[in-house]
């Protein structure tokens, strides 16, 4: 078990970055963190990882307690990885070499086998030969995911792990942590301020605000039933609207048409994003509505939103 207990972080009296986090995590678990950014998801990746010295509060893992690099000569933990945004590379090395580093520990044939299924997972099989220095940034990115999946550790912590890949790596590299966290049980921390990224991949995610995890809750609930409309924003689309003096929130697919009743909209337009149309309208206070539906929704006066959806 990864066990966070009541981490602070300041740079000052003046700037506190985490007040007081606390989380008991176990082996096998897709954990999100999301929240703003420069809002300290970074910095407690860096603190469990043992790369940072908190101010306040322990991190164990297995019982044992992670020193950060006051303590420490070399700073960090063995079976703890963090692939960030510095990457880490050995930059005058070559891209295989900067893997084959990494798995000295197996036998040579396996090294190679290994090297290879890494090399062509991340897609950098003609750039094998050249010196990490000369990659752009997508490149160094994958090539720092493929060193951290060579080490093989117990914890993966990941911040912002897919910020400059293509669409169809996100999907081959992801698929791919995921087997492997089911297969070998790693425990994976992922962080992101795309709300949408993190649902897809985690079964908890908890909620940053203001230096402490205000919620922790499940991708569905989130989605479904946001605490406000700064936290649900995060995790896509959200219509608000007010009814005497309550605010209802609700998703761009939670509504249902009716005729003659209900809250009075007009059509101003409708935009193609492949599996669906969003439909925009004003409300008569001039508030703008989106929703969801497989074509453009021209004759629509009025809607309703749909009963809540049951809490996951």
């Known amino acids: ?77 063995p079976e703890i990885q963090l692939v960030n945004q510095d990457f880490n590379l050995d930059l005058f090395h070559t891209v295989r070499e900067n893997i084959l580093l990494k798995i000295l520990h197996l036998p040579e044939k396996a090294q190679l086998r290994f090297c290879e299924e890494l090399l062509e997972l991340v897609e950098l099989k003609e750039a094998e030969n050249k010196q990490a220095r000369y990659l752009s940034g997508g490149e160094q990115q994958r090539l720092s995911i493929a060193r951290a999946l060579a080490l093989e550790s117990e914890v993966l912590l990941l911040d912002e792990p897919f910020s400059h890949l293509d669409a169809h790596l996100r999907l081959k590299i992801g698929a791919y942590i995921k087997q492997l966290i089911e297969i070998r049980n790693v425990l994976c921390i992922l962080v992101s301020h795309e709300g949408d990224e993190v649902m897809q991949w985690c079964q908890k995610i908890g909620f940053l605000h203001k230096g402490k995890l205000s919620r922790v809750d499940t991708p569905q ?14 995790f896509g689309e959200l219509n608000e609207i007010k009814q005497g003096e309550t605010k209802i929130l609700f998703r761009p697919c939670e509504y249902k048409i009716v005729q003659n009743s209900g809250l009075e909209v007009e059509f101003t337009g409708a935009v193609f994003f492949g599996a669906y149309w969003k439909s925009f309208f004003k409300t008569k206070h001039k508030k703008t509505i989106v929703l969801y539906a497989d074509k453009p929704l021209k004759k629509v006066k009025y809607i309703e939103r749909k009963s809540k959806n049951t809490k996951a």
């Open 1 to 77: 078990m990864l066990s966070i207990r009541q981490i602070h972080f300041s740079y000052s009296e003046q700037k506190k970055v985490l007040q007081g986090v606390s989380i008991d995590l176990n082996p096998g678990e897709i954990f999100g963190i999301v929240g703003a950014s420069g809002g300290g998801k970074s910095t407690l990746l860096k603190i469990i990882a043992g790369l940072l010295d908190s101010s306040k509060g322990t991190v164990h893992w297995k019982d044992e307690r992670i020193p950060g690099p006051g303590e420490r000569l070399i700073p960090g933990h």
């Open 221 to 234: 609930a989130f989605y479904f039933n946001p605490s406000n409309f700064n936290e649900g924003a995060y």
